[in-house]
Nanobody, 124 residues
Framework: QVQLVESGGGWVQAGGSLRLSCAAS????????VGWFRQAPGKEREFVAA????????ALADSVKGRFTISRANAKNTVYLQMNSLKPEDTAVYYC?????????????????WGQGTQVTVSS
């Protein structure tokens, strides 16, 4: 099993940047694919980004391409979501999730482990 803790959320003005971190417990983190999802009030959970267990494969939602980057440091048991050029519509609670697989993509139902979430608020 793995436990996930997100950090790095906060308040930022439109056009600003934040870097979210997802820290994992456990010695086999390199066997887990990780995804980032977000949920705004009154909206469904939305896929943001995912990265394969070895960091070679990655995908981003169309809404964040060119602005967000996902990466991981398996030696540190951490996955990052670098968010640049933030927009008010990026405001949401951001969750990281993990699945013991090479890559699970954008389907949140594939992920077995979830963090508690971190709030990102972007003001106009």
């Amino acid at each position: 099993q793995v436990q996930l803790v997100e950090s790095g959320g906060g308040w930022v003005q439109a056009g600003g940047s934040l870097r979210l971190s997802c820290a994992a417990s456990g010695r086999t983190f390199s066997s887990y694919t990780v995804g980032w999802f977000r949920q705004a009030p009154g909206k469904e959970r939305e896929f943001v980004a995912a990265i394969s267990s070895n960091g070679v494969g990655a995908a981003l939602a169309d809404s964040v391409k060119g602005r967000f980057t996902i990466s991981r440091a398996n030696a540190k048991n951490t996955v990052y979501l670098q968010m640049n050029s933030l927009k008010p519509e990026d405001t949401a609670v951001y969750y990281c999730a993990a699945d013991r697989a090479y890559y699970s993509g954008s389907d949140y139902q594939e992920y077995d482990y979830w963090g508690q979430g971190t709030q990102v608020t972007v003001s106009s």
